[in-house]
């Protein structure tokens, strides 16, 4: 059958035309460059967010610190101190009475209560004056039956009135001389009549030092514990002129505990050191929160500029897929956030972008955190 030229034109057209439409619909259905980079790179973001799930306390025993950021910590000043115990939080205990020490109640590091005892101490003075507070009663009970006596005379006519108010008088000496006695056992920690003495703690608290020891002996006065409240302490740090000059009671700060948590805390007092005129003050700050015991050394950052970048300590910055990221910590545990970094120095690193300040992130141990990231992708590979 002979081929019409025709048709033949004809079919070729559509095929080349379905050929061209099918082109252009492959052409059509393939993103842009750009796009396909921005793609890739919200692809990426969210694979780095990966979470890290921890409860506060798996993070805590992992030795993982959370910290808040700073905000505009571009100009934060960082000092050190230490913690103390509040004047009014601690006690310096000592022997009511000399003798030996026949036992201890407590050893360093015991929670104690008010009035707790804290060691047993056997003294010749402690008997004694417990014999002369015994007598000084009695003598105060026959003065007083004495004056009922002489009374009962008196009104019956056949004593003297000047009989039955020297026994008057008497029973008041009597008495005044009992009071005496009695404070005296109290100031001498309340003795037995064996001559033990129960030296006690005046407040509530942890025994921080004992200086006594079974057997040994002690004076009068003598040093024998001193004992902190730990819920009330203070943090003690040495600031040079040029910082002391611009800080002011009740501004605030942060204190860092030697575990790596942190606490807020407020300037309570600035005085200037007595040696020379150098400018120098020390700064106490009370702290709101946190567990810091007395002695431990710690660090303070006190913003004197809130217009530069965020800071955090170096090592909350972790680099996981060849980028610098930190952790987030939210409800469920940590999410890894990309950030550019800038300066570093002083063991902390400025961040320019990524963190406004105010987040929660993992300082001390983020490490930790990216081993786990680590370890996740690991097992997703598999």
Known sequence: ?????????????????????????????????????????????????????????????????????????????????????????????????????????????TDVGAGAGLVVIRSADGASVRAESVAAAADAEAAQAALAREERLFKAGVTARQDWEAARAATARASAQAVAARAKVAASGAPSASGETVVRSPIAGVVTTLQAAPGGFVTQGGPIAEVANTSQVEVVITAPAEVAARLRVGAPLMVIGPDGNEANAVIIGIAPLAQGATGAAIVRARPSGGRLMPGAAVSASIATDTQGYPTVPAEAVQTVGGRPMVFIADEDGFKARPVTPGRTGGGYTQIIEGLKGGERIAGRGAFVLKAELSKGEAGDED
């Open 1 to 109: 059958m002979p081929i019409d030229r025709k048709s033949l034109l004809t079919a070729t057209a559509v095929v080349v035309a379905l050929g061209a439409g099918f082109g252009l619909a492959k052409l059509t259905d393939r993103a842009p460059p750009a796009q396909v980079e921005a793609e890739q790179g919200e692809e990426s973001a969210e694979s780095a967010g990966d979470e890290v799930k921890l409860t506060p306390q798996q993070a805590s025993a992992a030795g993982v610190a959370v910290i808040t950021v700073s905000r505009g910590g571009g100009g934060d000043v960082r000092l050190t101190g230490r913690v103390e115990a509040s004047p009014s939080a601690r006690a310096a205990v000592a022997a009511p009475v000399s003798g030996a020490v026949v036992r201890l109640l407590a050893t360093p590091g």
